[in-house]
Every structure is written in C-alpha cells, then in structure tokens.
C-alpha cells in the first residue's frame, strides 16, 4: 500500500498527475527502506524522490542539505503544499528556530533539514535519536567527494549518522563521473553498494555553445541584449569581476546586480530574495550562487571565465531552463583561463595523484570547449551515456572547419619526448618556430631535430594547437614536474603513424598575439611558482601565521626563477636570512628538485657564506685522513663544530689551530698539515 498511497499524495499534495521519467523506481526503493544512490539532472526532480517517501512513512526524515538558501526555499515550498517542515540553520531566529523544536516535540514534523556542520554538535545525535529519525536523505550528495569540485568535510560524519541511527540513506546529486560515484559509496555507505539509479543526464532544452575570448565584455553584454528582460545568471572567476560586469549589464540598461561569497550575509540574501521573485533579473555571480536555487524560468546561463569541470559547468547550466522550456547558455574561453586554473590546481594542498586528476578534469572540458564535433554528444560521452549528434548545439547549428593535424601533433609530441618530457609548452614552442632563447640555447635544444621545424605555424597558432592537444588528452601537465608536459597513452598511436587526428583550424586561425595578463614569471616558471606558493601556503596554515611571514612573493619569484639547488644557492636568494634557511630552506629545496640535501647541521649553519665551501674541503680532506695517510691508524675525527669553527677562524699555523675547541695534539698531528694547505689557498 505504501506505494499506492505515494501515488495519492503526489496529486493531492504536489500535484502531479504523473512521475517524471526516472522518480517512480526512487520513490519505491526510498520508501522499501533501500540504500539509495541516485544520480539525476538538474531540473530531474530530486528533491520529491525523498519528500514524498517522508511523507509515506513513520517517524521524521532528515535531510541534510548544503545551502541555508536551498533549505529555505524547500521549507518553503512544502508549507505552501501543506507539508509540516522546518530547518535548523545558522540563518533561524529565536523564534524560528524554537518553532521547529516544537513541531518537533509534538510530533508534528515529517521532514527536518539541517546542514552538515551542524553534524559536529554533540547534541545533534541525541536530537535525532529523540524525534524518531527513520531515514536520512542527503542532498547534493557530491560534496562528500574530495574529487567532486564542492567537497565539504563535514560530508564525512553523515556515513558515521547512518550507522549509528541505523536508518537507511538516500544519496542525490545531479553530477557525479564514476570516480566521484565511488567515493560516495566508500564515504556515505561503508563501500557496501546501495542501489545505484542513474538517470540521462542530457537536458535537451538547453542549448549549448561555446567561443574564445575576443573583447569577452563585449561578448557578454551582447549575449544579455539579445535576450533583454529575461532571467540570466553570468558566472565570473573573481569576485570583482562580478562587481564590475554587473555594473556595465546595468549601464546597457539591464537590471542586473553580483554575488559573491565576500559579501555580508544579509546582501546575499537580498539577492537571492530579489532573484527568486523579480523577473528579468541578471545576478553576476561567483559559484558562490545558483546551488539549490529551484528558479524554474531562468532563460539563460553565460560563463564570463571557464568554469574548474565538466562537472561544475554542468551544474551550473543545469541552473536553466528547469521548466522544461527553452534555455540557452555561453561559455567564454582564453588562454589566461586556462592558466588560472591550472594555477589553482597547482597551488592547491591537494596530493599528487588529486592534482593529476583534477588537471585531468580540466583537460576534459578544454575538450568540450574546443571540440569538432557535437558538443552534447561530448558532454554526455563524459557521463558515459552514449547519444546521437543533437543537432541543437552551436557545432551542430554551424560545424567548425577542422583540418588533419596529424604532422603538427606529431611535431610536437616529437619536442616533448626529446626534452624528456621536462617542459611546459612555452618552451617546446620556442623550440618548434626556432626561437633560440638563453633557456634552449643553455640546454643544446637547439641542436634538436625538432628545432624550427614548426615555423609554418605563429607562436600563438602553436599554443592554440598545444591547447587542442590538452583538450584531446594528448598530453597533461605533470603536478610533480612543475607542469611540465607529460604524453598519455592515447597520444602513441599518433606518435607511431598508427592513427590520425583532426583539429579546428578556425581556432588555430583565430589565434594572434593578444595582449595577455602580465604575469609574475616566465610562461616556464609559473607552474614552480605555483608549487612554492603551495608549499608556503601549507607552513603558514600550520603556524597559523599569513604566508608572507614565511616568505614575500618576490622570494618566491626569485626561486622559481634561479631554481636553487643547494642550501648555499637557496641562501643567496634575496629574504632568506640564516633562520629562515634553517626553518625552511630544506622544505623548499625539495619542491624545487625533489630532493634535500643531506648536510651535517653545523654545516647548514654556514649555508650561503664563505666559510660554507671551506668547510666542505676541511671534511673531504679530514675523510681521507681518518686512518692515518696509510690508512691503517687509529680512527680520528674532528666534529662538525670544530670544522665550522675552523672555516669560520681561518687560522694561518699550527698553534693558531690548536686555540680552535676540539683540536688536540693527536688531531694536530693527523690533520694539521693538510687543513692548513686548504687555508692557505683562501
């Protein structure tokens, strides 16, 4: 009867007359009391797949949820349904909040949202042990996932709910690749599989277009005139970018406003409140906006930047068109994009094999961006559904001009492997237009065959090539190698002339010299760059100090630049003093070559100085006199502050050496003779 009675309640309570295609096998897994994972589109119709079970059975169903916005409009909604909910979130006041203990208390409540964090309080257990918790629901479900592009660490605790309540879980998200869906099932299930429902992905109303930054402001105010007086949400990389792109959408006469995560609270909400109830309202926005918003008539989606993901533009074009109606969306990509990303991912404390795999994400969407082919089609295949070409996509509506760029490749993956694989592309494209730099010419590179041999092509043309080569997973840039590009197996067969391959040439013709963001360093040393910053970014967190105090910028500039070797090189840097050498000189000369040098202390003391080469030559000539010059007396040494003292003293005779602590007559007579040669020699 549970699931007759489920068909009851979702007209009288929702007012459906039918399930949308994939919510009815949920709704009757959710309600036997299943584990359940289930993976929908936006727009799909998640939130009823565990509303109306709630509904269905005993006791009180938690749902944990991310976003005090998404938790209050469902509240909502389900109130104007008749439905009794409530929240417990940072936003509540007094009387809100003891409004819900109340419903509680008499029984009343049928669903009770709360964010994970609040999972941290003690009481929170004994709470939902008190109110007869039956099932817990979790939305957006993709942010217990350290691989996913929101991971929220209090995600963890709900795994350690389930088991401990002993209630059964239902899992929703609207993106999760096959690496994320495992994590989920490891985090929230203890790896025992729930029953996995994953419903298409594609959302054929909204139509798909992508275009490389040419005036990018431009782009989007044109983009927005063409849609006047419709629901839109721009989305920008940088808070102030939303602030100054709202502000031209409203001098072109738009009502736009921006949002991001920098603002007070109360100003966000007076956005989303104005959002949700104005029509034509443009928000420019960070990622910050747009989670659980349940607008249904937004029009249109642009993307200022290039978003981190596939998986993140999906979920943020799925913000569109949730009516079913027709909705349209524009991503913008360039060359500065891609390198704050990169950089992002660089700088972050992720471990290798995450940075890998984000960087390989990233390639993933290059490829979306610059596909030949079906853009859908594309995005999809990603997901692992299979589908014919659209024919509503802008690829579809005009196909690109592709050409064989079998030869071009070829040559390039011919650089990488003779550099072995140790650099990024700026560098393998001056080896290939024949650009003899001090760093190929300091390297013999322009001795290589490859040398010159792409001069048919620009500098630009070549990094639009190297581009399409990321997109095509051709090659990925190597966390561990400062970013250097490092050939995957699907590049071999094009290698060894056993396959050919296709790119745009419209985005290589496209592709002149434009004026780019200055940055900090040479092309070849940002990827350092960003490791230092990482490294930093990690002893300040620890010390609980701001990074700069463990080093300015211009320190690690001037790092990434001389790429120290040494203790001694690393101390000639400008701002590393002596305590900072010894606190941090090691850390930072294993992200540079990814090994520390091994010295005695007393030696570290001298890194940078004079004395530091001295004392190297007093422990080499010391070692080979330990037994006597014919190697079979008694074993002598000196210690290591002896020899920095006698670095440091320089002294010019034997009674001058034997003032130095630690020299005794026996030493004087093994050592002397040979310490003052070195001496001598200054």
């Not at 996932?145 to 899992?171: K, M, N």
């Not at 496209?510 to 970014?537: F, G, I, M, N």
Request: some cysteine; overall charge neutral; hydrophobic content about 40%.
């Amino acid at each position: 009867m549970p699931a007759a009675n489920a068909q009851a309640l979702l007209g009288s309570v929702f007012g459906f007359g039918s399930y949308r295609p994939g919510q009815e096998d949920i709704v009757h897994a959710v309600l036997a009391g299943r584990n359940t994972l289930a993976i929908m589109p936006t727009g799909g119709g998640k939130s009823l797949c565990f509303q109306l079970p709630a509904l269905c059975r005993d006791g009180v169903t938690v749902v944990i949820s991310p976003l005090i916005a998404l938790m209050r409009d469902q509240v909502r909604a389900l109130r104007e349904a008749g439905v009794e909910a409530g929240a417990l979130t940072s936003g509540n006041t007094d009387e809100q909040t003891e409004e819900v203990f109340a419903a509680l208390d008499e029984g009343r409540l049928k669903l009770l949202y709360m964010a994970p964090e609040r999972l941290a309080s003690g009481g929170t257990l004994s709470l939902l042990r008190r109110i007869n918790t039956r099932l817990i629901a979790v939305d957006e479900a993709h942010c217990v996932s350290q691989w996913g592009h929101d991971f929220r660490p209090d995600y963890l605790r709900i795994g350690e709910l389930r088991r401990t309540l002993g209630v059964p879980l239902a899992a929703f998200t609207a993106t999760a690749d096959e690496e994320t869906r495992a994590e989920i099932v490891t985090r929230l299930f203890d790896g025992t599989a729930p029953e996995i429902f994953l419903r298409g992905f594609d959302r054929p109303n909204i139509h798909l277009a992508f275009a490389p930054k040419d005036q990018p402001r431009r782009q989007i105010l044109d983009f927005a005139d063409a849609r006047r007086g419709q629901s839109g949400i721009v989305y920008c990389a940088t808070r102030a970018k939303t602030e100054t792109l709202a502000q031209a959408l409203s001098a072109a006469g738009h009502t736009a406003c921006h949002y991001h995560g920098g603002m007070e609270a109360e100003s966000r909400r007076i956005v989303e409140a104005r959002f949700q109830r104005e029509d034509g309202l443009i928000v420019v926005a960070t990622i910050a906006f747009g989670m659980g918003i349940d607008k249904p008539d937004i029009r249109w989606v642009a993307h200022a930047d290039l978003p981190k993901s596939i998986e993140g533009y999906y979920q943020e074009i799925g913000r569109a068109g949730r009516d079913g109606a027709a909705a349209e969306t524009l991503t913008l990509f360039g060359a500065d994009d891609i390198r704050l990303r990169r950089a992002q991912i660089d700088e972050g404390l992720a471990p290798p094999d995450r940075k890998a795999a984000d960087h390989a994400r990233l390639n993933a969407l290059l490829g979306l961006a610059e596909a030949t082919g079906c853009r859908r089609q594309r995005l999809l295949g990603y997901f692992g559904e299979v589908t014919e070409p659209c024919g509503t996509c802008d690829l579809c509506d005009t196909p690109p001009d592709v050409f064989d760029a079998t030869d071009a490749v070829r040559k390039a993956l011919s650089a990488a492997l003779r550099t072995g694989e140790s650099f990024g592309a700026g560098h393998l494209i001056d080896i290939l237009t024949g650009n003899a730099t001090e760093k190929v010419t300091q390297r013999g590179h322009d001795a290589l065959p490859t040398f010159g041999v792409g001069r048919d092509l620009t500098r630009p043309q070549w990094q639009a090539v190297f581009r399409q080569m990321m997109g095509h997973d051709l090659i990925r840039p190597d966390a561990e190698r400062h970013g250097a590009l490092v050939m995957t197996e699907a590049a071999r067969p094009i290698l060894r002339g056993e396959a050919r391959i296709t790119l745009r040439r419209d985005l290589i013709r496209k592709a002149v010299a434009r004026p780019q963001v200055k940055s900090l360093v040479a092309e070849e040393d940002a990827p350092l760059l960003s490791a230092l910053k990482a490294k930093r970014r990690a002893l300040a967190e620890a010390a609980r100090v701001p990074a700069y105090v463990i080093f300015p910028d211009r320190t690690l500039i001037e790092m990434a630049e001389t790429r120290p070797m040494t203790l001694d090189a690393m101390a000639r840097v400008s701002g590393v003093g002596a305590k900072k050498l010894e606190s941090y000189g090691r850390a930072f000369l294993e992200v540079i070559g990814g090994t520390i040098e091994v010295q005695h202390p007393a030696r570290r003391k001298l890194a940078g100085r004079d004395a530091g080469p001295v004392f190297d030559r007093l422990a080499e000539a010391q070692l080979a006199l330990v037994r006597g010059p014919d190697g079979q007396g008694r074993y002598l040494s000196c210690t290591g502050p002896t020899l920095r003292k006698i670095a440091e003293m320089r002294p010019r005779c034997r009674a001058d050496l034997a003032r130095v602590s630690g020299m005794g007559d026996q030493k004087l007579d093994r050592f002397a003779e040979a310490f003052l040669a070195i001496l001598s020699e200054g």
